[in-house]
């Protein structure tokens, strides 16, 4: 791929391995940004389907694919894309979601405003593989209402994120991964000497995948495993016991949720306002060029 000549402002790392079904339409997300100062770091784990090939058939100078074949795993792999980055910043996306136009810039611009601020996420709605959207995900704006329920979960979505590249760069991902918990770890490590923050406006799409018990179980036990070792070796008891309270209540509607005749939406409850009708037309708008991507 080109090797552009300058230091972009955003480096947007992107992950991703055997996603050819929808890596095309979420780096054309990106592609397709209002801020075009950036460059889309795709970083392949070892695909064995058509995904490095799609990604080389968008032909965009803005991309650097980044594909030996090997399978390093997700939290190397963001690590690698840390090291290798140019930009000021660094923002993260998913292979399966979608950004809205403007999610660069108003993220970039607040970050150039707020310099005590560390790492920035966006409201995000869910939208399912068949299009219909299912709510947002939780939500809140200052880093004291981020931070205020570690032992439940630290609500700063993962494929949200932007922050600068020094705070990346100082708070490396864990390797190996905590899997499926790899961001809740990274927040919970970092929280005491960062700052956070998120914008209140919907500028992410995040797909919402089948509903799998084990899959949730799996990480559900490595995030309780992470916090009751985080709170206890800063002594913070009652967290380590509030967060073992959550992790069995959450588990146990797992665990109806996956009964036969259930609704599996059980497991998927979103506490947040329900999706207002502009940010409906955004996302089917978004997935209508995806389709045509």
Not at 78 to 106: C, H, I, T, W
Request: charged residues 25%; aromatic residues 8%; contains cysteine.
């Amino acid at each position: 791929m080109f090797e552009p000549v300058h230091s972009p402002s955003i480096s947007v790392l992107l992950p991703v391995r055997n996603g050819e079904r929808t890596i095309v339409s979420a780096a054309c997300s990106i592609l397709n940004q209002t801020f075009g100062d950036f460059e889309l770091m795709v970083l392949d784990d070892g695909s064995t389907d058509r995904t490095a090939m799609l990604v080389r058939g968008l032909d965009d100078p803005r991309i650097r694919l980044v594909s030996d074949g090997r399978q390093l795993g997700l939290t190397a792999r963001l690590n690698q894309g840390v090291d290798l980055a140019r930009g000021r910043y660094l923002a993260r996306m998913d292979a399966d979601d979608l950004s809205f136009p403007e999610r660069l810039k108003r993220q970039y611009d607040f970050l150039e405003r707020h310099a005590e601020v560390d790492l920035l996420g966006c409201r995000a709605a869910v939208f399912r593989n068949d299009g219909s959207i299912v709510g947002f995900l939780p939500f809140r704006e200052t880093h004291e209402a981020i931070c205020a329920q570690p032992w439940r979960s630290i609500p700063l979505p993962h494929p949200t994120w932007m922050g600068r590249s020094t705070w990346f760069r100082k708070h490396r991902y864990l390797v190996p991964e905590v899997r499926r918990a790899e961001d809740q770890e990274l927040l919970l490590r970092s929280c005491l000497d960062s700052r956070f923050a998120c914008l209140d406006e919907t500028l992410l799409a995040y797909r919402q995948g089948a509903y799998s018990v084990a899959s949730t179980l799996v990480a559900r036990r490595h995030l309780l495993r992470v916090q009751l070792r985080t709170f206890m070796q800063r002594q913070q008891w009652a967290n380590a016991l509030l967060a073992a309270m959550s992790v069995g209540f959450k588990v146990a509607v797992d665990v109806v949720a996956a009964l036969p005749g259930m609704d599996k939406g059980l497991a998927f409850r979103r506490v947040e306002d329900p999706v207002p009708p502009q940010v409906v037309q955004q996302i089917r708008a978004l997935l209508s060029s995806a389709s045509t991507s």
